[in-house]
């Protein structure tokens, strides 16, 4: 092997190694936006919660639906006690089956958004329907290809009906690729949305 060729390898390696470490900063970009003065996720667990579908904003139903499995799997390590999460999945049957209830959804879905706060009052009645106390509520912000990568943001809220406000809201955003080097390509929504969602439960929970 020549010399040209040993540094070569070399500077590849030392490449290879520089974007591993790094992965997670470039494909992670999920942030907290908004903490209530005394909210703690630790009080989730002592009241009852219900992730609402993922409304589509810039995404499509399928990706929402992805989104939701995703949201049910990650946040459900996070209530060990039973009947206190009430998932994605869970919820959606219920819309489907109560038309009062998805009365409601269709009046609040349109307003679950980072910049909108209208529809309140549908919103608390949907809980007080689904009995709890806490709404986990999102929304794709983007799900589309751009700068080489597949990229997908997620926008969270989480409301209390008993003080009848936001106390919590984060972004969960990641990107990503199948392989780094020149030519890139983009990795699978499935991918990034998962990476997104992870990003965004560990924002709630500081980790």
């Known amino acids: 092997m020549t010399l040209k060729s040993r540094t070569r390898n070399l ?24 903490s209530a003065e005394g909210f703690s996720p630790a009080i989730l667990a002592k009241g009852k919660m219900a ?23 990650a946040m459900r390590k996070h209530f060990t006690q039973p009947g206190v999460l009430m998932e994605e999945s869970s919820v959606s049957d219920h819309i489907r089956r109560d038309s009062a209830l998805a009365s409601l959804w269709n009046q609040m879905a ?31 912000q983007m799900a589309e290809i751009a700068g080489g990568a597949e990229q997908v943001r997620i ?7 008993k003080q009848e ?15 780094l080097v020149f030519p890139s390509t983009p990795a699978t929504f499935r991918v990034v949305a998962d990476t997104a969602v992870k990003g965004l439960v560990s924002q709630l929970y500081g980790r």
Not at 110 to 120: T, Y
Not at 155 to 161: E, G, L, Q, V
């Open 51 to 73: 992730l609402t579908p993922t409304v589509t904003g810039s995404g499509t139903i399928e990706e929402a639906t992805t989104i939701g499995r995703l949201l049910d799997r």
């Open 165 to 179: 406000r936001i106390v919590w809201e984060g972004i969960g955003e990641g990107r990503g690729y199948e392989k």
């Open 110 to 140: 349109p307003h679950i958004s980072a910049h909108s706060i209208r529809g309140m009052t549908a919103t608390r009645s949907f809980a007080q329907r689904l009995g709890v106390r806490y709404l986990f509520e999102t929304q794709i």
């Open 11 to 34: 500077v590849v390696s030392v490449l290879f190694l520089l974007l591993s470490s790094c992965a997670d900063s470039i494909n992670n970009l999920s942030k907290e936006t908004y």
């Open 155 to 161: 926008y969270a809220r989480i409301y209390d009906t």
